[in-house]
């Protein structure tokens, strides 16, 4: 299994009470060693207070992508409200209502891909609210004739993916075990696209967009010169120039579309986003989301000209904005002290509620609330419930999973309708209960 710095460890979790502070190493090394997602939480919160300074910061960082893991999607943003947007370059002027009006990001970005070879779209890992759009292009693209599908963190070892159908522990990194991004490749295989791990298991990270690049022309383009190809990458692998990466490293797309000599339709959805949810999202962000209103990730296009928005033409064809997880959250009078590359935490604003999920987890309204209590959970807390297609093992990533962490006994999952196996289990895997349910519309 790929961890997020590309460090594979096979030891068990301890507890870190009593223990002097672990270094970077040792911590990936517990981290990489627990043996679920619940594991990994209880660890790091374990070992948080012992931290200080870069080593916190990578500790928050594993827990966001845990959390995100856990269902906690509320939690994962504040634990880790990593912010690496760069603001507007001047000359670019932000939008207003009276030029520009919203438009469903997936129905754009699909008619703008028509005469296209290679479409681009950026997440933020530990963010899964940039995995919806993904979700909704595939299957426009796929009508549209793209046959590949690239995933960033899968490794090529899992050579029985695409019979399988599925993604497990064993699949690549543990973004995968995050259930939209299961479902992403889930649909991806469904749909017919060809699976393309296109991530270097060794390389530097200087060296890594030069091998991505590689990998995806060597894999695609070399033997199929008129292949269409859907990336799905993280941040600024995504750049059509030179400069966020740093030390002079040009990026994965901008390599690709000297290699293949197809121009990328670039799509960024990173910058503006909600990186504070339940406290104070400031500047640029508040400023373009507090004029506009779409229940799901859009992008703007000009009155008159049609033009599509990007904050960043140079970098970007496409600016997508991620709508806050929840309308409060913009406050467009708020100060907040920043930086480029971190935040401080603000605890969030009363009468914000972490546990209640934010409704983008509907995808628009196509998925339903299912309640679910810890009445599954056979006293143990926390414990984890998670909904599976029947005929997938627990190793799969589920539909929806939602974890109990304390004393709160209701919550929701959000399920497409259908029939599927819920089931809850604890820090050490077992499964508490399990029962089939079905997910009906009305």
Partial sequence: MLYLLCTTVLVASISAHGQ???SATELLR??????????????????????????????????????????????AVMAF???NRIAPPRATPLPTPDQWQAEDAADAVAKLAATRHIVMVNEAHHDAHTRELTLALLPRLRALGFQYFAVEALSPKDTDL????????????????????????????????TIVAYDPENASITDRDTAQAHLLYEKVFAKDPQARLFVHAGYSHIDKTAGNLGNGIEPMAMQLRRLSGYDPLSVDQTQFRDVAVGGLDFGFYSDV?????????????????GATWSSDP?????????????ERDLDVNGIMKSDVLRREVILPRPPFDPDQRPSWLTLGGQRLPYRISTNLCAGQIPCV??????????????????????GRSHNVLYLFPGHYRLRAWDVSGKTLQQ????????
């Avoid at 990489?32 to 660890?43: D, F, I, P, T």
């Avoid at 989301?289 to 000209?305: E, I, K, M, N, T």
Wanted: a negative charge.
């Fill in 20 to 22: 002097p502070p672990p």
């Fill in 30 to 75: 517990q981290f990489g060693g627990a043996q679920n997602g619940l594991a990994r939480y209880e660890y790091l919160t374990a070992v948080m207070p012992l931290l200080s300074g870069n080593d916190k910061s990578l500790a928050q960082q594993l827990l966001a992508t845990v959390d995100s893991e856990l269902g906690l999607y509320n939690e």
């Fill in 81 to 83: 409200p990593f912010d």
């Fill in 162 to 193: 695409m019979h399988r159908g599925y993604v497990t522990e064993a699949s690549g990194s543990e973004y995968l075990l995050e259930p939209l991004y299961g479902e992403i490749v889930r649909q991806a295989i469904r749909l017919g696209y």
């Fill in 289 to 305: 989301a507090s004029h506009f209103s779409s229940p799901v990730p859009y992008v703007l296009r000009q009155r008159g000209s």
């Fill in 314 to 326: 140079k970098q970007h064809d496409v600016t997508v904005i991620v709508p806050p997880a929840f």
């Fill in 385 to 406: 419930v998670e909904a599976h297609d029947p005929g997938e093992p627990d190793d799969a990533p589920p539909a929806d999973r939602y974890t109990f962490l304390h």
């Fill in 435 to 442: 029962q089939d349910i079905d997910v009906v519309s009305h």
